[in-house]
T-cell receptor
Framework: DQQVKQNSPSLSVQEGRISILNCDYTNSMFDYFLWYKKYPAEGPTFLISISSIKDKNEDGRFTVFLNKSAKHLSLHIVPSQPGDSAVYFCAAVKKSSGDKLTFGTGTRLAVRP | DTGVSQDPRHKITKRGQNVTFRCDPISEHNRLYWYRQTLGQGPEFLTYFQNEAQLEKSRLLSDRFSAERPKGSFSTLEIQRTEQGDSAMYLC????????????FGQGTRLTVV
């Protein structure tokens, strides 16, 4: 049972434009959500998180939006840069489960110069 | 370097052999997690420790897998009688057990079973 889903395996965006990565979840008991970025042959790197009681969190070029009624979150990157090209994973956490991460399958972002 | 470190980075082994991986977490982190990632998938939870206590194991962790965290510092993950299906990236992460704190990942150990 895939509790966290990223339905777009890949996304290509022009440098300077906005990248929007989407994530859906099925479990309404998740307490917070995170986005991780992963380069080949490296471990995931934390980008940004959002509590389930918020609907937006912003950090520099990265903004995460949460729509609890739709069980949907999105990561906006603006402006996109070639160095943003990587695989992005959405993850969800239930605090009662030891804060373990439930990951989506990832979206590969390619930012074209 | 004060991040999470994993050793080795790569391991090639023959089917049926035993392998052991090591993870050194960020020193003040009391939680340590093991995940496994296969091609085209996100990381999947295997097990986690709070200090030296192993608090949860996924059903993915068969009897051939064992993890330890003696003294609540580094951790080892052993796979006995490896199978080709064990080929994957094994990721370790650590965090502090308070609030909404993110987990920090190591670079992973890529296991190939031939």
């Amino acid at each position: 049972d895939q509790q966290v889903k990223q339905n777009s395996p890949s996304l290509s965006v022009q440098e300077g434009r906005i990248s929007i990565l989407n994530c859906d979840y099925t479990n309404s008991m998740f307490d917070y959500f995170l986005w991780y970025k992963k380069y080949p042959a490296e471990g995931p790197t934390f980008l940004i998180s959002i509590s389930s009681i918020k609907d937006k969190n912003e950090d520099g070029r990265f903004t995460v939006f949460l729509n609890k009624s739709a069980k949907h979150l999105s990561l906006h990157i603006v402006p996109s840069q070639p160095g943003d090209s990587a695989v992005y994973f959405c993850a969800a956490v239930k605090k009662s489960s030891g804060d373990k991460l439930t990951f989506g399958t990832g979206t590969r972002l390619a930012v074209r110069p | 370097d004060t991040g999470v470190s994993q050793d080795p980075r790569h391991k090639i082994t023959k089917r049926g052999q035993n392998v052991t991986f090591r993870c050194d977490p960020i020193s003040e982190h009391n939680r340590l997690y093991w995940y496994r990632q296969t091609l085209g998938q996100g990381p999947e939870f295997l097990t986690y420790f709070q200090n030296e206590a192993q608090l949860e194991k996924s059903r993915l962790l068969s009897d051939r897998f064992s993890a330890e965290r003696p003294k609540g510092s580094f951790s080892t993950l052993e796979i006995q009688r490896t199978e080709q299906g064990d080929s994957a990236m094994y990721l370790c992460a650590s965090s502090l057990a308070r609030g909404n704190t993110e987990a920090f990942f190591g670079q992973g150990t890529r296991l190939t079973v031939v």
